[in-house]
């Protein structure tokens, strides 16, 4: 069943989806490298026990490892992008596996080759925790061209059983990690229901004041998204809308509201942020816009509504306008609750920019 959940989402939702997946155990994933890491170094003690003595020719190939993991301690400070991090988490792990046949070719006994095959599907078992799905399978089945690679110098007494242990394992572990991405799924799946809940109005399905909270520091209420650029506040109030309740009842000023937002949400930009303010009130945040343009599209959507057939009855909005530079939003939202005072009180059915006195 998940898969088909998986499938159904856009290239883009897919995207974030992976990315939530690797931030949640990102964590885990470098600390599982960096023990991995420190684990391999600690094999060249085994070496020395098994040679019998301080073993230098491994020497080397048991330190180089710390190169590349420098390289991959460096990136983690600098990208958390899930396509780079998991591939360079995995190229860590064969990396180690290299290593670990380069010391293994030096080696006189080389009967424990096995058991390292052991450790190694259980670094992969880890790593799938932050990986997608594909990028798991991909990885671990390359452990199998690893060994075949491998054989070439090394020539496995037991390479048969080799492969009879690990392809296995590989299957084992892939149904494990399908398993585990389709339970993050339905827990990620849960959570952005949940926040959209949060921060959206149930009736009209456009954004609440909850928005704001996402879009301003808490304590000075600067709108810190939108730093740099013009910001235009449009607030609009339904005319009468009191009377509309009353003489049609409550569901059919539902249906007023829905239409409003629909006329709100085809004017406006993507980029623009419609918020249902009161009961009959929307708040239009509108980033990258100045004071006379957000006059324009206030213009438009007055028109719109007022020349358009809701299916209950003529309706008619007013609107004040006024720009946003900087400080406490809710300084700009009163400016544009005074304009929107103007328009009402100088006949409605008006858009009235903010003229500071």
């Known amino acids: 069943m998940e898969k088909f959940r998986l499938a159904r989402l856009s290239k883009e939702e897919r995207r974030e989806f992976y990315q939530s997946k690797y931030d949640y155990y990102s964590s885990f994933n470098t600390r599982m490298v960096v023990v991995s890491v420190l684990a391999y170094l600690t094999f060249f003690f085994t070496d020395c026990?098994?040679?019998?003595?301080?073993?230098?020719?491994?020497?080397?190939?048991?330190?180089?490892?710390?190169?590349?993991?420098?390289?991959?301690?460096?990136?983690?400070?600098?990208?958390k992008d899930y396509r780079i991090m998991v591939t360079c988490s995995y190229l860590m792990i064969h990396i180690i596996i290299w290593c670990t046949d380069w010391a293994t070719y030096l080696l006189p006994d080389r009967q424990f080759a096995i058991a390292g095959m052991i450790i190694m599907n259980?670094?992969?078992?880890?790593?799938?925790?932050?990986?997608?799905?594909?990028?798991?399978?991909?990885?671990?089945?390359?452990?199998?061209?690893?060994?075949?690679?491998?054989?070439?110098?090394?020539?496995?007494?037991?390479?048969?059983?080799?492969?009879?242990?690990?392809?296995?394992?590989?299957?084992?572990?892939?149904?494990?990690h399908h398993m585990m991405q389709g339970v993050y799924l339905e827990q990620y799946l849960t959570k952005n229901k949940l926040e959209?809940?949060?921060?959206?109005?149930?009736?009209?399905?456009?954004?609440?004041?909850?928005?704001?909270?996402?879009?301003?520091?808490?304590?000075?209420?600067?709108?810190?998204?939108?730093?740099?650029?013009?910001?235009?506040?449009?607030?609009?109030?339904?005319?009468?809308?009191?009377?509309?309740?009353d003489t049609y009842g409550h569901e059919a000023g539902d249906k007023v509201l829905i239409y409003l937002t629909r006329i709100l949400k085809n004017i406006v930009r993507g980029t623009d942020y419609v918020i249902r303010w009161g009961g009959e009130e929307f708040l239009i945040i509108m980033p990258g816009c100045t004071e006379e343009q957000?006059?324009?599209?206030?213009?438009?959507?007055?028109?719109?509504?007022?020349?358009?057939?809701?299916?209950i009855c003529k309706v008619t909005i007013s609107v004040g306008v006024a720009?946003?530079?900087?400080?406490?939003?809710?300084?700009?939202?009163?400016?544009?609750?005074?304009?929107?005072?103007?328009?009402?009180?100088?006949?409605?059915?008006?858009?009235v920019l903010y003229e500071a006195t």
Not at 140 to 154: M, P, T
Not at 335 to 344: E, G, P, R, T, V
């Open 49 to 79: 026990g098994i040679f019998g003595r301080f073993a230098y020719e491994t020497l080397l190939s048991r330190t180089i490892v710390i190169i590349p993991f420098l390289g991959y301690l460096f990136l983690t400070r600098r990208t």
């Open 122 to 176: 259980l670094i992969f078992v880890c790593a799938g925790f932050a990986a997608p799905f594909s990028y798991s399978m991909i990885a671990h089945i390359f452990l199998i061209v690893d060994i075949a690679v491998a054989n070439i110098f090394i020539q496995y007494d037991e390479l048969q059983m080799m492969y009879m242990f690990n392809i296995p394992c590989i299957v084992a572990v892939g149904a494990m």
């Open 196 to 245: 959209n809940l949060i921060v959206h109005d149930q009736l009209t399905e456009v954004h609440n004041r909850n928005i704001l909270k996402g879009l301003s520091d808490g304590n000075t209420g600067e709108l810190i998204r939108f730093a740099g650029v013009d910001v235009s506040m449009l607030l609009i109030d339904i005319d009468f809308f009191k009377k509309v309740n």
């Open 294 to 311: 957000a006059f324009r599209v206030a213009e438009k959507i007055r028109e719109k509504v007022e020349l358009s057939d809701n299916g």
């Open 323 to 351: 720009p946003y530079k900087g400080g406490d939003y809710h300084i700009a939202i009163k400016n544009a609750d005074d304009a929107l005072y103007k328009a009402k009180g100088s006949g409605r059915n008006k858009v």
